[in-house]
């Protein structure tokens, strides 16, 4: 299973950036999938998250600036960023509750907080 995170970039304040992380591998299902993020010095933080039934839910930092989406038929979530400020600045992960399976023996697994690797967003004032 692995989870591909893109998007990441330079922007200036005030700018938009759009984030994707594609999740791929012997998946049955994803229960949330969701961005975190962490700055120097700082402990990660979540930032947006999605379940299955399409429910959202933001850090206070974010509402109305950022949009969590998630399209179920290619196993992706998307996170647009919208007015960026230099306090977003961080590396964002992507994360996931997912089953997976089956197996040789035909059995499914439940793994929740599975992590993506890093994309780094930078905002300049």
């Known amino acids: 299973v692995q989870l591909q995170a893109s998007g990441g970039g330079l922007v200036q304040a005030g700018g938009s950036l759009r984030l994707s992380c594609a999740a791929s591998?012997?998946?049955?299902?994803?229960?949330?999938m969701g961005w975190y993020r962490q700055a120097p010095g700082k402990q990660r933080e979540l930032v947006a998250r999605?379940?299955?039934?399409?429910?959202?839910n933001y850090v206070d930092s974010v509402k109305g600036r950022f949009t969590i989406s998630r399209d179920n038929a290619k196993n992706t979530v998307h996170l647009q960023m919208n007015s960026l400020q230099p306090e977003d600045t961080a590396v964002y992960y992507c994360?996931?509750?997912?089953?997976?399976?089956?197996?040789?023996?035909?059995?499914?697994?439940?793994?929740?907080?599975?992590w993506g690797q890093g994309t780094q967003v930078t905002v300049s004032s």
């Open positions: 994360n996931a509750d997912l089953q997976v399976g089956p197996d040789t023996s035909g059995y499914y697994y439940t793994i929740t907080d599975y």
């Open positions: 591998g012997s998946i049955f299902s994803i229960n949330a």
């Open positions: 999605v379940d299955s039934g399409g429910r959202t």
